[in-house]
């Protein structure tokens, strides 16, 4: 059955506390996300496995444990759109942009370096948030399933400047 462009809200609270020093952007929650309600909840995204991979820690199976591990190495999770008209979880379908209000995160945490997981998220950001911040973002291969080409060890790699 085919799938229709929906109005999407984000659902997911940003993640981040008063010690997080990166901050990792996505664009916005697949389905997968969505139904989870946290970040990178597709079985085959690599975003948990390489996190682990990088931090030499164990691959965070529950939420629990996946916020645990991204707040003990000092990162804030969230994602550059707040709102979108989305089909599926296809980021190339997405329009009807409005961003995520990322002072909800640099203004309460001292935030030294931003990374975006894909060309996606970072177009979005350096439309709407990188003018209000000033700040410039990374751009970092994606770690979903979508990206393919990348293999773990490719994407650890690249990622490796997060550490």
Request: hydrophobic share 40%.
């Amino acid at each position: 059955m085919p799938q229709t462009p929906m109005p999407q809200v984000h659902p997911i609270p940003p993640l981040f506390d008063a010690e997080s020093r990166v901050l990792i952007l996505g664009s916005f929650p697949s389905i997968k996300s969505r139904e989870a309600m946290f970040f990178y909840g597709h079985p085959q995204n690599r975003f948990w496995p390489l996190l682990a991979l990088l931090t030499g820690e164990p691959a965070p199976q529950t939420v629990e444990e996946k916020r645990a591990l991204a707040l003990r190495h000092h990162f804030a999770l969230w994602d550059s759109i707040g709102q979108c008209t989305i089909t599926g979880s296809s980021d190339s379908s997405i329009r009807d942009v409005v961003p995520n209000d990322l002072r909800a995160i640099t203004e309460h945490a001292p935030i030294e370096r931003i990374f975006c997981n894909g060309n996606t998220s970072l177009k979005y950001y350096r439309r709407y948030n990188e003018p209000l911040l000033g700040r410039p973002a990374v751009v970092l291969p994606s770690t979903s399933p979508a990206n393919a080409a990348w293999s773990l060890q490719r994407l650890a790699e690249a990622w490796r400047v997060i550490l």
